[in-house]
Every structure is written in structure tokens, then in C-alpha cells.
């Protein structure tokens, strides 16, 4: 390929989600430029570019670099790469900003990254569970904890395929000092793909729903030496205290009040030592696998320890 021929090519890719480019209108116009202006390439690509950026109503940096590399989730260890994935929607959470659509876990044969994409990026919205191949997203770096963040010239083409999702978990151990509020008997909007933990009934992004139930522990784990905050789903909640969702569900109502769950949940856990297996996850570990390592030695210290922390 021609030099010529391999920037025209790179040019159709960068604008191959915005417009119906051509790779030979694109050779067309800067052979044009370059063999009967005498352009330098360099300004005949800007000035191609350019051209397209106008047409397209786009600025600058909202177009890619073209020419991504796939990469796996795992394998991403720098700052600002403008890459592709093909991932699955493994979990969405709640944005903690109103500049935040979506946030949540994309997870690949790797592992799993936290994913972003802002509300100026308007774009279609992810669902839990789909996979999706992400064209152009960027790369993004926090405290040595990489993401990715969708922005508006990203590409997403839902795969009617499923990925196994990578293990890449950690295990820590410690005695359960501390189980943190929104744990217990809580409520999730209802609305398809919004995991979101409803407060008194409202969703942040949905408004008032109908919320439906679920379980789950955010918890503290002490090991004498560090503390790790841990996600326990409803499963795994299910399992330790050995109440179903039913059960919860029952108990709230008798009641009149649904956290009579959490603070049994407190009395029967809190103190006992637990081995917790799951992908790390920002500072949480999600629990996929919990085993249970003695009966509470001594509640007392422990409740008097969690209340110093
Ligand atoms: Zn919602």
C-alpha cells in the first residue's frame, strides 16, 4: 500500500462510526492535495481531516486515533490508550455523579474492569448481562486501578454471543468487624439494566419505582494488620446467615420495618472469621465464595474494635 493509500485507509477507519467515508474519495482528495497542490501529507491529512471533522459536526478529539488495537480487559496497563474490547456487561451500580450515565463491570476471558460513560457522550445504554463489542473507548488510571471510559465516538455493536468471564480474584481473611449501611434488606430498581440501590424508593437515575428486594452484606474484614471491605451478593448472604430473601422479606414485614434484617444480621455475624475469595474491585472485594473459619471468638472485642474503626 501506498503511503498515501495507508493514510486514507486509517482516515476512513477514524471516521467509519460518524460517516459513509470512502477509503478511495479519502486517496482521492489527498493525492489531490499533496500531487497537484504540492501539500506536504502531513497538512493534506489535516486538512482532510479536518474536512470530514466539519461534515461530521464533530471536534477534534472526539474522533479516534483509528486503527484500535482488542485488547483484553487484563492485559490494559496504561493511562489514556484508545483501544476496543468485547465484553460483557457483568454488573451496572449506581453513579455517584448526575455527569454519569452508566458505571459499572465489563468483564472478558481476562477478568473484569470498571467501566464509565458520561451523560455528554449520549450514548445507547448498556445492558447487565449483554455483550457488547466497544469500539474506541479509552483507557483510564486511578491509584493504580485501570477503567475505561466510553465517550461519544464510541462504537457498540451488541454480540449475540455470551463470554465466559475470566477469573482474576484475590482472597483475603480476617474477622467481619464491621457491616456497613445499605446492607441488608434493600430494594433495586426494577427498570432493565438498572441494578441501582433505591433510597426511600427512589432511583437516581428512574425516579420512584416499584423497587424490587434483594439481599446483600457490605462488610469490613480485619486481619490484625489490614482492613479489606468486602461486597457479599445474595447468595452468599443467603448462605451465611442462612435467611432467604423470603425470610428477610417476612421479617421486615412482621416488623414493620426492613432493617430488623441488618441488625440480626450484625448479632449473628459480626466477629466471626471469614476466607473470602472474588475480583477485587476499586477498594471492594466482591465475595464469590465465602467459607466460614471459626464460630465468633470473642463478640465483645470484636464489637468493641469495629466501633474504633
Ligand atoms: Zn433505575
Keep these: 500500500m501506498s503511503d498515501l493509500r495507508t493514510h486514507a485507509a486509517e482516515i476512513a477507519e477514524q471516521f467509519s462510526d460518524h460517516l459513509d467515508v470512502d477509503e478511495d474519495e479519502v486517496a482521492e482528495r489527498l493525492e489531490n492535495l499533496v500531487e497537484e497542490y504540492r501539500v506536504p501529507v502531513d497538512e493534506a491529512r489535516r486538512s482532510v481531516v479536518n474536512s470530514y471533522l466539519e461534515e461530521a459536526g464533530l471536534e477534534r478529539d472526539e474522533i479516534g486515533r483509528g486503527g484500535n488495537d482488542e485488547v483484553l480487559l487484563a492485559d490494559i496497563d496504561q493511562d489514556e490508550q484508545w483501544i476496543d474490547v468485547t465484553a460483557k456487561v457483568v454488573e451496572l451500580w449506581e453513579p455517584r455523579s448526575d455527569s454519569i450515565a452508566q458505571v459499572g463491570l465489563l468483564g472478558d476471558e ?137 425470610e428477610a422479606q417476612q421479617m421486615a414485614k412482621d416488623a414493620l420495618d426492613t432493617t430488623v434484617v441488618v441488625e440480626e444480621m450484625r448479632e449473628d455475624l459480626l466477629g466471626t472469621y471469614y476466607r473470602v475469595s472474588g475480583p477485587e474491585l476499586g477498594r471492594y472485594v466482591l465475595a464469590d465464595d465465602v467459607e466460614r473459619l471459626t464460630e465468633p471468638a470473642d463478640p465483645e472485642a470484636v464489637l468493641i474494635k469495629a466501633r474504633s474503626i
Excluded: M, W
Design 110 to 246: 481476562s477478568g473484569r474492569t470498571k467501566f464509565v460513560a458520561f451523560e455528554t457522550s449520549d450514548l445507547p445504554k448498556l445492558e447487565a448481562g449483554a455483550v457488547y463489542r466497544l469500539g474506541n473507548v479509552v483507557t483510564d488510571e486511578y491509584q493504580g486501578n485501570f477503567s475505561v471510559k466510553l465517550n461519544k465516538t464510541t462504537s457498540i455493536e451488541e454480540l449475540d454471543e455470551d463470554i465466559e468471564v475470566g477469573d482474576d480474584s484475590v482472597t483475603v481473611e480476617g474477622a467481619l468487624v464491621d457491616i456497613q449501611s445499605g446492607s441488608g434488606l434493600i430494594k433495586r430498581c426494577p427498570e432493565e439494566g438498572c441494578t441501582r440501590v433505591l433510597q426511600n424508593g427512589r432511583c437516581s437515575e428512574h425516579g420512584d419505582v416499584e423497587g424490587e428486594f434483594d439481599l446483600r452484606i457490605k462488610g469490613v474484614l480485619d486481619d490484625g494488620e489490614e482492613v479489606y471491605e468486602v461486597i457479599f451478593g445474595r447468595d452468599v448472604t443467603e448462605e451465611l446467615t442462612g435467611v432467604t430473601l423470603e
